[in-house]
Structures are given as structure tokens and as C-alpha cells.
């Protein structure tokens, strides 16, 4: 039988050289190491508190009356994820021998990673034969033994000696190529892409025009895909994933008159609907839509346009559109007898803000063509239906008397958008 030509000599899986040699021993003290290194990752609070928010959100959106103990809930795990955070950062740069640790193992790690990657490639092997993986396969389990004893002196030791066989065979190959990097990069650009263009993306609430539903500096995440996958720049909607827009659904949108602005109204109209607004109360299709006074004068917080808070007395009512039940704001005063009638056309949405008097919605062109000239919403121009407000900077939050009034807002955490 001929020999295997040395092109038909598999490549070296170093990961799998490592992995047989181990005692069992050795497997189960490494994997202890592992959990460890996740746990005092300072990526660790944000990855908990992140996967929490995946069967928060599916929970609060199709069982609304969960949230009054799943918010709570996710509150006290948000400030405990908090507190876990400032421990370990605290932690991780008072203990030296931790701080040196982590260096280390970070070194050690990308080493052997470098060194799995190098020889991985057939034209290496053929050069290198089996004698030198093999020292290789050696130093670095070298190296994991001495990371799992958590002795920083051996452990910088075993590196050095696995630097020096890495430089000294394997030095020419050590230059990572242009495709590699264009690879990689490439790789994680596309994960971001995907998940901010087809899953959830963050918006941040820049105005008052949705009082009191949502505050100034609110940040919210908006359900992407819940409506269909919207084709960005296409602005078309190929199909539906879960439903079309509902008459009280909190959506974001690229403003069709003008494409450079993003946002957010509640949604008012459906498609074939006729809507008049008389004495303030919504009419759909002739029916008064229920509104009901809640308070005469409830304040506000808004903000002017160079960044100075100030407080605003409007009548506070609780409306129900369908079967959505949500409060708004208007200023009696200002109440226009009639507005309307408006058509909303096939495939769009008519919209309004929660703060009637202060909002540049359907009624008043959105913020463009002006009063009295009505402009719809298309279904392909919206990006999603908000969710959650995950974070909130506003009026009045901790620290605010370091940033002219503007803090962090515990209480605004997790808070549904209904």
C-alpha cells in the first residue's frame, strides 16, 4: 500500500489533542475554571440580566397582567445584577493576584487560539510534521495546568515557554492575513446587523410628545420582527411574522416626508378606518372611542430645547382605543372643537401622540406638511412596536444635581409600554 502524500495529512485540531490527553481529573478542575472565569467576567450581570429581559418581554407582551410582579422582579434583579457588577469590578483591581491572573489567562488563552489557527492549515502540516504539534499539544497543557492551580508565577513561566516554541516554528505563519481579519470582523458586523436590523433596537425617547407613556430619556426596545421583516431603505414589508399594527400599539417609524427623522406615536387609524375627532374624543368609524377624565391638573416634566426641565399642568385622562386602555394629556383650553375626518388608506396607519397638544403626529402632517394637511403612516416605513423601557435618564433620577436635573431613573426600569 502506498503511503499517504503529505497534502493528504489532516490538519492538527489542537482543541482535540488537548482534549484527549486530559485525566479526568484535569477535565473537571478545567471546567470549574471555565464556570469561574464566566461568572467573574464583568460580562457576567449584563449576560443574566440580558437573557431574564428575552422571557420578561414574550411574558409582559402576550399576558399583560403579569407584569405587576414580573416588573418588580425584574427590577430587583436589574439592581442586584448592579450590585454584582460594582463587586467584581472592585474586586477584580484590589486582589493582585486575581488582577494578574486575568492577564495571564488572557495571554495564555489567544496563544493557544493563535496556535490552533496556524495549525489548522494543511500547508503547515506539511512542513512541521508530527514532532512539533506534538511539543505543542505538550506546552499547552502545560500552561492550562498551571491556570487551573491559579500560581501566577508557574503559569507566566509555562506562557513563556509556549511564546518561545510558537516564535520558533512557528513564527513565519504567525501574521494574520488581511482575509482573516476582514473574516472576523466581518462576522461580528454581520451579528450586529442582523439583530439590530430584524430582532430589537434600542430608541431613546427625545421629546414630550408621548407624556405621560413615555418620559424624556426613556430608552426603549422596539420588537423588530412582530409586524414582518422590514426591508431597510426598500421600506417594504414582504410578509408578516406575528401580526400587522394594532389600533393602541406604541410604534417607531421612519417619517415618510422626512426620511432622516425616526418616531414614536401610538397607533390611532387602521387601514379603511374614518376617523373625526370632536371636543377631544376620538371617533372610529363613527364610534366615540370611551375617555374619562383621571385628574384636572397633573403635572409634567418637560424640557426645553436647550436642555432646561420645566413643569407643565395638563388634564390627565385615560383612553381606550379597541380594547387598549392607556393615559393621555391634553390641555382643555387648547382642545380644538373638531378635527378630521380623516381616511386612513390600504396599508398604512394614522398615529397620535399620548400628549395631544404636543405632539407633530397624523393630525399635523408629522412635523412637516403642517396642520391641516394629514399624512399616514405606511406599513413599510415602521420599524417595530416598543416593548420596554430598559433604561431611562430623566428628570429628577439619582445624580441629577450633577447634570441640571437629569438622572438615573430606577423607577422607569423594565416598565411595559402599554
Excluded at 30 to 49: F, G
Excluded at 87 to 112: F, M, Q, T, Y
Excluded at 123 to 133: A, D, I, M, N, S
Aim: aromatic share 8%.
Amino acid at each position: 500500500m502506498n503511503a499517504a502524500s503529505p497534502s493528504a495529512t489532516p490538519p492538527v485540531k489542537l482543541a482535540a489533542a488537548m482534549a484527549a490527553r486530559r485525566t479526568p481529573e484535569q477535565l473537571r478542575a478545567r471546567r470549574l475554571l471555565l464556570w469561574r472565569e464566566l461568572l467573574t467576567s464583568l460580562w457576567a450581570p449584563l449576560c443574566i440580566i440580558g437573557l431574564a429581559f428575552i422571557p420578561y418581554t414574550v411574558l409582559i407582551e402576550y399576558v399583560p397582567a403579569a407584569a405587576a410582579w414580573a416588573q418588580p422582579a425584574m427590577k430587583g434583579l436589574g439592581l442586584l445584577m448592579v450590585a454584582y457588577f460594582v463587586a467584581l469590578l472592585v474586586w477584580r483591581n484590589v486582589s493582585p493576584k486575581e488582577k494578574a491572573l486575568r492577564g495571564l489567562r488572557h495571554e495564555a488563552h489567544e496563544l493557544i487560539s493563535e496556535n490552533e489557527r496556524i495549525l489548522q492549515k494543511p500547508h503547515v502540516r506539511e512542513k512541521l510534521g508530527g514532532h512539533v504539534p506534538e511539543r505543542i499539544t505538550e506546552q499547552a497543557l502545560r500552561v492550562e495546568s498551571a491556570s487551573v492551580e491559579a500560581d501566577p508565577e508557574r503559569l507566566r513561566r509555562e506562557l513563556k515557554g509556549l511564546e518561545d516554541l510558537t516564535a520558533e516554528h512557528l513564527g513565519p505563519y504567525r501574521k494574520q492575513s488581511a482575509l482573516d481579519f476582514v473574516g472576523g470582523f466581518g462576522k461580528a458586523l454581520l451579528i450586529a446587523l442582523v439583530i439590530r436590523t430584524f430582532i430589537v433596537e434600542p430608541y431613546r425617547i427625545p421629546s414630550g410628545s408621548m407624556l405621560p407613556t413615555l418620559e424624556i430619556g426613556d430608552q426603549v426596545f422596539v420588537n423588530k420582527f412582530i409586524y414582518g421583516v422590514r426591508v431597510p431603505f426598500a421600506n417594504v414589508v414582504p410578509f408578516v411574522i406575528v401580526r400587522p399594527p394594532e389600533r393602541g400599539d406604541v410604534i417607531v417609524f421612519n417619517n415618510p416626508v422626512d426620511e432622516s427623522k425616526d418616531y414614536i406615536k401610538r397607533v390611532v387609524g387602521l387601514p379603511g378606518d374614518k376617523l373625526e375627532i370632536v371636543d377631544g374624543v376620538i371617533h372610529i368609524n363613527g364610534q366615540p372611542q370611551t375617555r374619562e377624565r383621571v385628574a384636572a391638573d397633573y403635572t409634567v416634566n418637560n424640557i426645553t430645547d436647550d436642555g432646561r426641565w420645566y413643569d407643565q399642568q395638563e388634564t390627565l385622562f385615560r383612553e381606550k382605543l379597541g380594547d387598549m386602555e392607556h393615559l393621555m394629556l391634553q390641555e382643555m383650553s387648547r382642545m380644538p372643537n373638531r378635527e378630521g375626518p380623516y381616511e386612513v388608506p390600504p396599508d398604512h396607519v394614522f398615529v397620535m401622540g399620548d400628549h395631544r397638544d404636543y405632539s407633530a403626529d397624523s393630525r399635523h402632517g408629522l412635523g412637516v406638511t403642517g396642520y391641516g394637511r394629514a399624512e399616514y403612516v405606511p406599513y413599510g416605513h415602521i420599524k417595530g412596536k416598543a416593548m420596554v423601557v430598559w433604561l431611562s435618564l430623566g428628570y429628577h433620577g439619582l445624580l441629577h444635581g450633577f447634570f441640571g436635573g437629569t438622572g438615573l431613573r430606577v423607577d422607569r426600569f423594565f416598565e411595559p409600554v402599554r
